[in-house]
């Protein structure tokens, strides 16, 4: 079949596409070895006093088509994972 392009949180992902979009996403941040929290396209990060909010400095980075990672799409990607249907 001819590859397509699925976004996540528009279409449910079926196990095989889910497991590849694991293997090959990099989020804000990732897990070591022993299962704790480093950097990953966030260089470094604050939690704010109450718990509520999440700063992220992003690391310089660059999408495959070669633009620029931006704050703003970051921002973008987040709220479409966090709202409905995702």
Known sequence: ATPRPLDPNVVPLGTGDRQLLNAVAQGLVG???AGR?????AQRWIVTDDGLSY???IEEVRWTDGRKVTANEVARRLRAII???S
């Open 31 to 33: 897990f070591n070895g």
């Open 83 to 85: 709202g409905a249907p």
């Open 55 to 57: 700063i992220f400095r």
């Open 37 to 41: 929290i480093e950097p990953a396209l």
